[in-house]
């Protein structure tokens, strides 16, 4: 079973928007840490935003006043929403689990347990 699946990618003309979301199961999203990450072609993976007991939210500068990171407890799910977008978003987005983050260590891929397989979003000038 996989525990994270990532459902709404697609593509968007700059300055669009899209939703992104995170299904969990077997991973309490209102007890661990939940991120996005994104990796574009011959780039690194890197962490888009994370959100941690709900209260807690961490933002790579170059989505911040633009993404928005949530979580619906009922739903064990986590969303992403993605305004203003830009061509430079354009990536394989992933949805990955921890036990804990905070500032320091938010963004550290290798540090994540789970990971889902990831949703592309493509978004055009």
């Known amino acids: 079973q996989v525990p994270l699946v990532e459902s709404g990618g697609g593509s968007a003309q700059a300055g669009g928007s899209l939703g992104l979301s995170c299904a969990a199961s077997?991973?309490?999203?209102?007890?661990?840490?939940l991120t996005w990450f994104r990796q574009a072609p011959g780039k690194e993976r890197e962490g888009v935003a994370a959100?941690?007991?709900?209260?807690?939210?961490y933002y790579a500068d170059s989505v911040k006043g633009r993404f928005t990171i949530s979580q619906d407890s009922a739903k064990n799910t986590v969303y992403l929403q993605m305004n203003s977008l830009k061509p430079e978003d354009t990536a394989m987005y992933y949805c990955?689990?921890?036990?804990?983050?905070?500032?320091?260590?938010?963004?550290?891929?290798?540090?994540?347990?789970?990971w889902g397989q990831g949703t592309q979003v493509t978004v055009s000038s």
């Open positions: 990955a689990a921890r036990g804990g983050c905070r500032t320091q260590n938010w963004a550290r891929a290798y540090e994540y347990n789970y």
């Open positions: 077997g991973v309490t999203v209102s007890s661990n840490c």
């Open positions: 959100i941690y007991t709900g209260d807690s939210t």
